[in-house]
């Protein structure tokens, strides 16, 4: 059977932020430093519950055991995604069953050691979250932002291919076409939904796109030219007016500072 030429093209709402950002997790014997945690609240010995602060660390619910709890790193602050989500996600296992199997699992790999354990517990974590921020989008938000956005029926896609293709030179005709709507529309409805208009939207993830090259060794003119923007100058001015700071200052994850004379973020210490 041939498919057709003309079928559209399906874009993926967490791939590129999966890619511009890798999701990090490493497996936690306490709740002090931890971010993601499985836990009954039922007082069964089951699991129950998941709960993930994208933003935060913190203790337990009043009345919650703890199963099983990891520390997640999703390029805190300098990924635009773990910004708009919210404070703390919790979830019913009951809700999504394939979540309860992946969770005992974990917490089955945590009760007994075996070779392999920790890989085991950090793979199956990283499963957890991108389920977790998938839950999070499907119940959408009532606030304006990049999370009501890729919540959105239409303007996801517009925003994946945005997200897919940041070197392209996007028009709005283009992106409404996408959406499957007017124009007019398109940018009404955008900026509705996502709380600023399509350009100013493009150009804050360009930035926060070029940012993550920076981090990852890319020069100032590579990291330009890969997330669409004319020339290295005209990066280097639009990255200090969002960031404060200039593009050459920003030193590849894993260097000890930040950036000259700027406080290391403990969640992204490098350029975040």
Same mark, same amino acid.
């Given at each position: 059977?041939i498919?057709?030429?003309?079928?559209?093209?399906?874009?993926?709402?967490?791939? !590129?932020?999966?890619?511009a950002?890798?999701?990090?997790?490493? =497996?936690?014997?306490?709740?002090?430093?931890?971010?993601?945690?499985?836990?009954?609240?039922?007082?069964?010995?089951?699991?129950?519950?998941?709960?993930?602060? !994208?933003?935060?660390?913190?203790?337990?619910?009043?009345?919650?055991?703890?199963?099983?709890?990891?520390?997640?790193?999703?390029?805190?602050?300098?990924?635009?995604?773990?910004?708009?989500?919210?404070?703390?996600?919790?979830?019913?296992?009951?809700?999504?069953?394939?979540?309860?199997?992946?969770?005992?699992?974990?917490?089955?790999?945590?009760?007994?050691?075996?070779?392999?354990?920790?890989?085991?517990?950090?793979?199956?974590?990283?499963?957890?979250?991108?389920? !977790?921020?998938?839950? #999070?989008?499907?119940?959408?938000?009532?606030?304006?932002?990049?999370?009501?956005?890729?919540?959105?029926?239409?303007?996801?896609?517009?925003?994946?291919?945005?997200?897919?293709?940041? !070197?392209?030179?996007?028009?709005?005709?283009?992106?409404?076409?996408?959406?499957?709507?007017?124009? #007019?529309?398109?940018?009404?409805?955008?900026?509705?939904?996502?709380?600023?208009?399509?350009?100013?939207?493009?150009?804050?993830?360009?930035?926060?796109?070029?940012? #993550?090259?920076?981090?990852?060794?890319?020069?100032?003119?590579?990291?330009?030219?890969?997330?669409?923007?004319?020339?290295a100058? #005209?990066?280097?001015?639009?990255?200090?007016?969002?960031?404060?700071?200039?593009?050459?200052?920003?030193?590849? =994850?894993?260097?000890?500072?930040?950036?000259?004379?700027?406080?290391?973020?403990?969640?992204?210490?490098?350029?975040?």
């Amino acid at each position: 059977m041939i498919e057709s030429l003309n079928m559209p093209q399906r874009y993926d709402r967490l791939a !590129a932020f999966l890619q511009a950002f890798p999701l990090r997790v490493e =497996h936690c014997d306490s709740t002090a430093s931890a971010n993601l945690f499985i836990i009954d609240t039922r007082g069964t010995g089951e699991p129950s519950h998941l709960l993930y602060r !994208a933003k935060s660390s913190g203790g337990l619910p009043v009345g919650a055991t703890l199963c099983a709890a990891a520390r997640v790193d999703f390029g805190g602050s300098a990924n635009p995604l773990v910004g708009a989500l919210p404070d703390e996600l919790c979830f019913p296992m009951d809700e999504m069953p394939q979540l309860r199997s992946l969770a005992e699992l974990i917490v089955a790999e945590n009760d007994v050691a075996r070779c392999g354990g920790s890989t085991v517990q950090t793979r199956l974590s990283e499963v957890v979250v991108v389920l !977790a921020i998938r839950r #999070a989008i499907a119940r959408g938000t009532d606030d304006a932002g990049l999370l009501a956005g890729l919540a959105h029926p239409l303007l996801h896609m517009s925003l994946g291919a945005m997200h897919d293709d940041p !070197a392209r030179k996007w028009q709005i005709a283009d992106l409404s076409a996408i959406a499957g709507i007017s124009r #007019a529309q398109f940018i009404e409805v955008f900026k509705k939904t996502v709380g600023e208009p399509p350009g100013a939207y493009l150009t804050r993830w360009r930035l926060a796109l070029g940012r #993550a090259h920076l981090r990852s060794g890319r020069s100032v003119k590579s990291a330009a030219a890969r997330v669409g923007f004319g020339s290295a100058e #005209a990066f280097s001015r639009a990255f200090r007016r969002k960031f404060g700071y200039a593009p050459g200052k920003c030193k590849p =994850h894993g260097d000890n500072d930040e950036v000259s004379n700027r406080t290391t973020a403990i969640s992204n210490p490098s350029c975040g």
